[in-house]
Structure formats: C-alpha cells, structure tokens
Nanobody, 115 residues
Framework: VQLQASGGGLVQAGGSLRLSCEAS????????MGWFRQAPGKQRDLVAA???????TYVDSVKGRFTISRDSAKNTVYLQMNSLKPEDTAVYYC??????????WGQGTQVTVSS
C-alpha cells in the first residue's frame, strides 16, 4: 500500500486547508485511515481517524474544527481543517491500518498557520 499526501501550505489563523491522501496498491488491506501530526520537538500524535465503516475519531483539540472523510471511489481520505490556529502548525502524516495499527505511512505535508 502506498499513501500520497498533499494539500499542506501556509495559512493565516482562522483560515482553512484541506489535506488529501490517496491510497494505491493493495488498498483492500486498509481497515482504517488517519492523520497524525508532528510539531518541532514534539511526538507524532493522532489527529483524526476513520474506519472502513465510516466511524470517525478526533483528538479533543480539533473537534468541531477538523473533519475527516473518505471517498472510496477515489481511494482518498481528506482532512478538512477550519478555524486553524498557530498551534495546528505541524507536519501532517497520512496513515493506514492493515494487519497492524498504523502500519502504512505516507510522506508528511507541512501545515503552517501564522498568527
């Protein structure tokens, strides 16, 4: 399975960005997909996840601002990020769960929110 993330960039506080993650290869192995983020000097943490059944989970700090969704026809997962804050600045990673939790990773995409 290969995951290709895109959509990062520079935005002012209060703005919006949409991240995309396209899966290719043996995508039938993916049971769940998600987005992690890692700020400089900090650990990589889960931001949002979505199961094959459409069940979503979010870290508390993004609830009500971020929305994860998937387009099965396009093998793509999205992360719509609204009301962005400077503390959302991080490298965002797309990930998927196959045999084990989060065993597939895409390259990171930088999100920078200016105050």
């Amino acid at each position: 399975v290969q995951l290709q993330a895109s959509g990062g960039g520079l935005v002012q506080a209060g703005g919006s960005l949409r991240l995309s993650c396209e899966a290719s290869g043996r995508i039938f192995r993916l049971k769940e997909m998600g987005w992690f983020r890692q700020a400089p000097g900090k650990q990589r943490d889960l931001v949002a996840a979505i199961t094959n059944g459409g069940i979503t989970t979010y870290v508390d700090s993004v609830k009500g601002r971020f929305t994860i969704s998937r387009d099965s026809a396009k093998n793509t997962v999205y992360l719509q990020m609204n009301s962005l804050k400077p503390e959302d600045t991080a490298v965002y990673y797309c990930t998927g769960s196959g045999v084990t939790k989060w065993d597939y990773w895409g390259q990171g995409t930088q999100v920078t929110v200016s105050s």
